[in-house]
Nanobody, 126 residues
Framework: QVQLVESGGRLVQAGGSLRLSCEAS????????MGWFRQHPGKERRFVAS????????YYGDSVKGRFTISRDNAKNTVALLMNYLKAEDTAVYYC???????????????????WGQGTQVTVSS
């Protein structure tokens, strides 16, 4: 099993930037597709970004495309989410997810991930 721990969430002003990190333990991430999801209060968890095993393929939700960048460092067993031009509507709990996979592809459906972190709160003040 892989354990995931997110960090980096905090209060930030609108227009600012924030970098979230997800650190994995228990397994090497090089065999996992990784994703970021977020959940607004009272809402369902929604897809933010995904990155393939080798980092070559990425995919973003429409609401964050062009503002957020997902990256990974398999040697350090970490995945990051760089968030620029933050808006109030980006306020949410952000979750890191992992799924073992045998191809270099991304996954944007939350139900297809088996491993999740505990989440980190991002609050954007307007």
């Amino acid at each position: 099993q892989v354990q995931l721990v997110e960090s980096g969430g905090r209060l930030v002003q609108a227009g600012g930037s924030l970098r979230l990190s997800c650190e994995a333990s228990g397994r090497t991430l090089s065999n996992y597709v990784m994703g970021w999801f977020r959940q607004h209060p009272g809402k369902e968890r929604r897809f933010v970004a995904s990155i393939s095993r080798n980092g070559a393929n990425t995919y973003y939700g429409d609401s964050v495309k062009g503002r957020f960048t997902i990256s990974r460092d398999n040697a350090k067993n970490t995945v990051a989410l760089l968030m620029n031009y933050l808006k109030a509507e980006d306020t949410a709990v952000y979750y890191c997810a992992a799924e073992p996979i045998d191809r270099d592809d991304f996954i944007f459906v939350g139900d297809n991930y088996d491993y999740w972190g505990q989440g980190t709160q991002v609050t954007v003040s307007s």
